[in-house]
């Protein structure tokens, strides 16, 4: 099974609640046996967040997507962050993936150069 590679950028409205919920969405990733990669920066002054997540496979995608329904946290998610971009750098199979991923309006790009 190949990686499967996220990138999320958006606004935080609330930058201290975003940290703390941001904490939390973290410790789930850590808790999943596929999560190679999940790292959150912010820029405090203009709100700017990125996330970069790297999964080792799509079903451990699939297993952090349902951990974080699981937490309750998506809705909590929404209320301090407002996501602008999500880019998929993977295909994606699993139907319900690629459901979030068109409900947060996802991009999907392919490699054209790569070293």
Same mark, same amino acid.
């Not at 919920?21 to 410790?27: A, E, I, P, T, Y």
């Not at 967040?49 to 997540?53: A, G, M, R, S, T």
């Given at each position: 099974m190949a990686e499967v590679r996220l990138l999320a950028t958006g606004r935080v409205k609330d930058? =201290? %609640?975003a940290v703390d919920? @941001?904490? +939390? !969405?973290?410790?789930i990733a850590a808790a999943v046996s596929g999560a190679v990669v999940w790292e959150a920066f912010a820029d405090e002054a203009s709100g700017v $967040? !990125?996330?970069? =997540?790297t999964f080792a496979s799509e079903e451990a @995608?699939?297993?952090?997507e349902r %951990?974080?329904?699981? /937490? +309750? @946290? +998506? *809705?909590? #998610?929404? =209320?301090?962050?407002? @996501?602008?971009?999500?880019?998929? $750098?993977s295909a994606i199979e699993d139907e319900h993936l690629n459901q979030v991923i068109d409900s947060m /309006?996802? #991009? +999907?790009?392919? *490699?054209?150069v790569a070293k």
């Open positions: 930058y =201290e %609640a919920v @941001l904490g +939390r !969405v973290c410790d $967040f !990125v996330l970069n =997540e @995608l699939v297993e952090y %951990a974080v329904d699981t /937490g +309750r @946290l +998506r *809705p909590v #998610i929404g =209320e301090v962050m407002e @996501l602008e971009r999500l880019v998929v $750098f /309006g996802g #991009i +999907r790009v392919t *490699p054209v």
